[in-house]
């Protein structure tokens, strides 16, 4: 989900939330909202909504006379954008971003294969501008220029499979290569072969052939593994 607005309820979630998701709270804590409110100075009512942000992910669950209960990890909600970018800033980032892209490496190809069968031609066009736009950051240490059009080219893939599940799935992989980027577990070009890779995806979807669709993502994926062993092992 997406966290309205960024006011005094925002600057209490961009600092207890990472405090949860890093386990400062492990899953049990009990956090006072009026202990809260005191600490990070702000009324009841903003601590309030901001805990009903959190309930939203999953991340704590409120109990009448108990207080605020942080809930098991197990029961987050992994796929919230926001979480996803909390756990990416702390400690645990290279496991979660394996975990997230192992996640890729199961949805993408087939994504990318179904894409080839139902890409409109707008769609096709889209690919094409996006890797036209990744070729031309790929070199001279524009990784933010080229995260652009990364994560364009893999939000219109899903989109393009006809898939809604798929396409849902759009801000997550989003998130990860975000994230990536951020906390540079990247080289500080993109791997030329993946930049090849992404133009032949597109080449193959455009011509509408599945099988080679599929092969070429999967390749990205891996080679998005292979990397993180040597960045963030």
Same mark, same amino acid.
């Given at each position: 989900?997406?966290?309205?607005?960024?006011?005094?309820?925002?600057?209490?979630?961009?600092?207890?939330?990472?405090?949860?998701?890093?386990?400062?709270?492990?899953?049990?804590?009990?956090?006072?909202?009026?202990?809260?409110?005191?600490?990070?100075?702000?009324?009841?009512?903003?601590?309030?909504?901001?805990?009903?942000?959190?309930?939203?992910?999953?991340?704590?669950?409120?109990?009448?006379?108990?207080?605020?209960?942080?809930?098991?990890?197990?029961?987050?909600?992994?796929?919230?954008?926001?979480?996803?970018?909390?756990?990416? !800033?702390? /400690?645990? #980032?290279?496991?979660?971003?394996?975990?997230?892209?192992? &996640?890729?490496?199961? $949805?993408?190809?087939? =994504?990318?294969?179904?894409?080839?069968?139902?890409?409109?031609?707008?769609?096709?066009?889209?690919?094409?501008?996006?890797?036209?736009?990744?070729?031309?950051?790929?070199?001279?240490?524009?990784?933010?220029?080229?995260?652009?059009?990364?994560?364009?080219?893999?939000?219109?893939?899903?989109?393009?499979?006809?898939?809604?599940?798929?396409?849902?799935?759009?801000?997550?992989?989003?998130?990860?290569?975000?994230?990536?980027?951020?906390?540079?577990?990247?080289?500080?070009?993109?791997?030329?072969?993946?930049?090849?890779?992404?133009?032949?995806? !597109?080449? /193959?979807? #455009?011509?509408?052939?599945?099988?080679?669709?599929?092969? &070429?993502?999967?390749? $990205?994926?891996?080679? =998005?593994?292979?990397?993180?062993?040597?960045?963030?092992?």
């Amino acid at each position: 989900m997406t966290i309205p607005g960024r006011g005094l309820h925002g600057h209490v979630l961009d600092t207890l939330g990472p405090a949860i998701t890093a386990g400062e709270f492990p899953p049990g804590s009990v956090l006072r909202t009026d202990e809260l409110s005191q600490r990070f100075d702000v009324s009841r009512s903003v601590m309030r909504e901001a805990v009903r942000v959190l309930e939203s992910m999953h991340l704590v669950e409120s109990r009448r006379r108990v207080g605020v209960i942080v809930r098991p990890t197990a029961e987050w909600n992994v796929y919230d954008p926001q979480v996803i970018r909390w756990r990416l !800033a702390g /400690a645990d #980032r290279p496991r979660q971003l394996r975990s997230l892209t192992v &996640l890729r490496s199961a $949805i993408e190809p087939v =994504a990318a294969g179904m894409a080839a069968k139902n890409a409109t031609p707008e769609q096709c066009a889209e690919l094409t501008e996006c890797v036209l736009g990744m070729v031309a950051n790929s070199r001279g240490h524009k990784l933010e220029g080229y995260l652009i059009h990364d994560v364009a080219f893999h939000r219109v893939i899903l989109t393009a499979s006809g898939n809604e599940m798929f396409a849902r799935l759009g801000d997550v992989v989003a998130e990860v290569l975000t994230g990536r980027t951020a906390h540079r577990v990247m080289f500080a070009d993109p791997d030329p072969a993946a930049v090849t890779l992404h133009v032949q995806v !597109a080449e /193959a979807v #455009r011509e509408g052939d599945a099988e080679r669709a599929e092969h &070429l993502t999967r390749e $990205i994926t891996e080679g =998005a593994l292979q990397e993180l062993d040597i960045l963030a092992p």
